[in-house]
């Protein structure tokens, strides 16, 4: 059998353990998803996973506090045209979390629409620090803030911030891409570790576009990458263009994790797809409460699926589910027991 050569010697190259350069990510983007040669890269990516991370799989799983119409106005976003204002208690959210820690995430995740109240924020990421374990990595997904924040936000117990610029941010959303990266590096300056991830991936967007964006994420030195297809949520400007196949996220997630390198500590894909899970992912999300991509104000009652589903379905891809805390997003946790 015989497959393009110039495709096999960037996956030789990638098999070495070499970088790859963006000509390179280009040219294994632009690989049809039913040759020969797309199934030999998912492969090798995902071979490349099951040894760094010796075949365990993590779950990472995230409370939405908050259903609320957002100012920001991603037009991919289910809180842009939201109609309705919802938010959890500070009780019912430490009642997720542990929920979740009973079964068996592996770091909690706190998620609120970008213009939600940052104190309020730090309030809540505070109390749910004190009711699961210690060395549970517990993440900030919230809107844009500065130094002295990110320093609250370590303080207040969150291990990890969920911060990404997204594809076409400034043109499908009206955040300046500089500001989400001022973002990122407030947090990385005061040692919290970056959760980040290529999104929200549609139809329109080529492989030039996607390959700067995983370069650029490469540059930020996340310690979890990640893919995420847009979903096309109802009555969102983008929902129109559609989305793309969990076949062709899963060469999109192969080639990111091939341009990674061995340099991350988990390699996630959002939502669950199995396809992914066999082309170099090995984290999967839980999610509850609101959702970006769910229109329905639980998605756990929608598109959201529960720690057991997503330890199931880590298992049916041959992934070892984790037990206990993750490895990665530890942040200050892992500094000090150095
Ligand atoms: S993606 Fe975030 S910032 Fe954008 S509309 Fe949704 S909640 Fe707001």
Redesign the pocket.
């Known amino acids: 059998m015989k497959i393009d050569p110039l495709i096999e010697d960037i996956l030789c190259k990638a098999l070495e353990g070499r970088e790859l350069s963006k000509e390179d990510a280009i040219r294994l983007m632009n690989v049809d998803v039913n040759s020969v040669e797309a199934y030999v890269l998912m492969a090798i990516a995902n071979s490349a996973t099951r040894k760094l991370f010796n075949s365990f799989g993590e779950v990472h799983a995230q409370i939405g506090i908050n259903y609320a119409p ?5 037009k ?5 045209v939201a109609d309705k204002s919802v938010e959890l208690s500070i009780d019912e959210v430490q009642r997720r979390a542990e929920q979740f820690v009973r079964e068996g995430a592996n770091a909690i995740f706190l998620m ?4 939600y109240d940052f104190d309020k924020f730090v309030k809540i990421g505070r109390a749910v620090r004190e009711v699961i374990p210690p060395d549970m990595p517990l993440v900030a997904n919230t ?1 844009d803030f500065g130094k002295s924040e990110a320093k609250e936000l370590l303080d207040a117990g969150f291990t990890a911030i969920y911060h990404v610029v ?1 594809l076409r941010e400034g043109v499908d ?1 009206s ?1 300046d891409p500089s500001e989400r990266l001022r973002t990122i590096e407030a947090a990385k300056s005061v040692g919290l570790d970056l959760s980040y991830c290529v999104e929200p991936i549609g139809p329109e967007h080529g492989p030039e576009e996607i390959v700067d964006a995983i370069f650029l994420a490469k540059s930020l030195k996340p310690t979890v990458m990640a893919t995420m297809r847009r979903i096309p949520v109802p009555g969102t400007p983008l929902a129109k263009l559609g989305q793309i196949s969990q076949l062709e996220q899963a060469k999109i997630e192969a080639v990111t994790r091939l341009v990674m390198g061995d340099d991350i500590l988990a390699m996630g894909v959002h939502e669950a797809y199995a396809p992914c899970l066999m082309a170099g992912a090995n984290q999967v999300y839980a999610e509850t409460g609101p959702n ?1 991509r769910d229109e329905i104000v639980d998605t756990s009652k929608g598109r959201g699926l529960s720690v057991r589903a997503c330890r199931a379905l880590l298992r049916e891809v041959g992934l070892v589910p984790r037990d206990g805390p993750a490895r990665s997003l530890q942040g200050p946790l892992r500094r000090e027991r150095r």
């Open positions: 957002c100012s920001k106005k991603c991919f976003c289910a809180f842009s609120t629409t970008g213009d809107g997204r959303t955040i970006p």
